[in-house]
């Protein structure tokens, strides 16, 4: 779990170097010591799965010759790690240290000598112990970042043994033999069941790059190495969207941002105004922002309808020319929405074409007018769960004619049917989509807790503690 928190951070190679973050990412000593804590359960716990082969040899013991022995069903039953130390080497990454382990293991122990034969059991006590290890962090084949294990080195300090059963004088004949065999089978299995948690990180970390939906996945890769200091990770991530499928670069490139310094969480995540610009130009490009509006989507209880006789009361010629029916508004955008980040504002700045049609008794549409609408929104940024959501409210719109099929009529006539159309329809629908956020930089079952969340200039800023469930 330790490896999912801490390594993790580390573990993401630089795909570019000539790009500013889209997001960035600081654990704290606070994470830092947390991560201690999970790596010493994690460890522990894999420790405790140790299984030792059979062993059998020969001792041979002056005036007596030849002792045959077999060693059986050597299994670990208590671990202890008491002293853990992750320490961050500048410039490299994190080292993790445990000095002062123990372990106990029981198993069945058989002897042979000429023509005497004896069995028993035994307990062993192994104290002393200490081992460390370093990362190499690497690309695999598909690119994704990859990490394991290095440098590392156990040792065991002291080793005790107590045999059950069997004649004594026996069995002392080959008690330093035997602990020392288990001795070096131990220290041999040490190091690679550390590089094997080490490597169980690998599949965590391909979860992050997520899919958000049909038409929009996301990009956590690293754009510069991290920058590592005695008390913190510093990460840059490419933290931009792209069509599921498709990387298309937008017309705008991020620009630079920083983190305010905090400490008082364990983890902070800084989200740029170019993050959510790439989203609004993902989902522009895919079409996802078009939306066909009827009238059996405005409220009943409004007395503005989308038919011909409401919008002729406004331009009579629409009455005239076609009376009696319903009709359809289609609203697009003309281009991807503006998001601007203000200290405690975030304000969404959007571009659209509203396109009315007739809709006549065989189900074609004759098309009315076209007006350019260019709105601004108030939007509400939250965290939920491990999604960053948002909601928006209509602060202010501006309608100019592009198009009129029907001749010159006052625009200004229609600013209330359009404001209702917004807050009824259009606004209520985005923020379905909205509620629904898209993933933050997180791994595996992680749980963000105590969070809060400030608007700054250019980014979001959110501050939080973690919990891993599992």
């Known amino acids: 779990m330790f490896l999912c928190w801490c390594l993790s951070l580390v573990a993401l190679i630089p795909l570019t170097t000539s790009i500013n973050p889209g997001v960035k990412v600081k654990l704290t000593a606070k994470g830092i010591e947390y991560g201690r804590q999970l790596a010493v359960a994690s ?71 000429r023509f005497i034969k004896d069995k028993g059991s035994f307990k062993l006590n192994g104290d002393d112990i200490s081992f460390s290890t370093s990362l190499s962090i690497k690309s695999d084949p598909t690119g994704r970042p990859a990490v394991s294990s290095i440098d590392c080195g156990a040792n065991i ?61 996301i ?42 310094p905090q400490i008082n969480n364990m983890l902070y995540i800084g989200v740029s105004s170019f993050t959510m610009k790439s989203a609004a130009f993902v989902y522009n490009t895919a079409g996802a922002l078009r939306l066909s509006i009827t009238d059996n989507m405005i409220p009943k209880i409004s ?4 038919n011909t006789q409401t919008f002729g009361a406004f331009i009579p010629q629409i009455a005239q020319r076609f009376p ?65 959501a948002g909601a928006v409210t209509l602060n202010k719109m501006d309608l100019t004619l592009g198009t009129s099929y029907v001749g010159r009529f006052p625009v200004s006539t229609l600013n209330n049917i359009i404001r209702a159309v917004l807050n009824f329809v259009v606004i209520p629908t985005m923020n379905v989509q909205l509620a629904k956020g898209y993933p933050l930089p997180t791994l595996g079952k992680m749980n963000l807790v105590n969070t809060q969340l400030l608007v700054l200039k250019g980014h979001l800023m959110i501050g939080t503690d973690v919990q891993f469930t599992g």
């Open 303 to 306: 007395r503005i309808r989308l």
């Open 324 to 388: 009696g029916l319903m009709m359809r508004l289609v609203v697009k955008m003309a281009k991807a929405p503006v998001i601007m980040f203000e200290p405690n504002n975030a304000t969404v700045q959007s571009f659209a074409s509203v396109t009315a049609y007739a809709i006549q008794p065989n189900a074609t549409l004759t098309p009315l007018f076209v007006l350019n609408l260019v709105s601004s929104v108030s939007a509400r940024v939250s965290v939920s769960g491990t999604r960053l």
């Open 43 to 113: 460890i522990l716990q894999k420790l405790k799965t140790i299984k030792l082969d059979d062993m059998s040899g020969k001792v041979r013991v002056s005036r007596i010759g030849k002792v045959k022995y077999r060693l059986r069903n050597m299994k670990m039953v208590d671990v202890g790690l008491p002293t853990a130390a992750l320490d961050l080497v500048p410039g490299t990454g994190p080292k993790l240290s445990i000095v002062n382990a123990n372990f106990r293991l029981h198993g069945n122990w058989r002897v042979r000598y």
């Open 157 to 217: 300090g002291k080793m005790s043994v107590r045999f059950r059963g069997g004649a004594s004088w026996l069995y002392n004949l080959f008690k330093k033999k035997i602990s020392r065999a288990i001795q070096k089978a131990m220290q041999k299995k040490i190091c690679p069941l550390v590089a094997n948690a080490v490597s169980d990180l690998n599949n965590n970390l391909k979860t992050l790059n997520a899919k958000v939906d049909k038409f929009a996945e």
């Open 219 to 260: 990009e956590y890769s690293m754009v510069a190495s991290p920058a590592v200091s005695k008390t913190s990770i510093d990460l840059s991530l490419k933290g931009e969207f792209y069509n599921t499928g498709k990387h298309q670069e937008p017309p705008f490139s991020p620009a630079v941002f920083s983190l305010p």
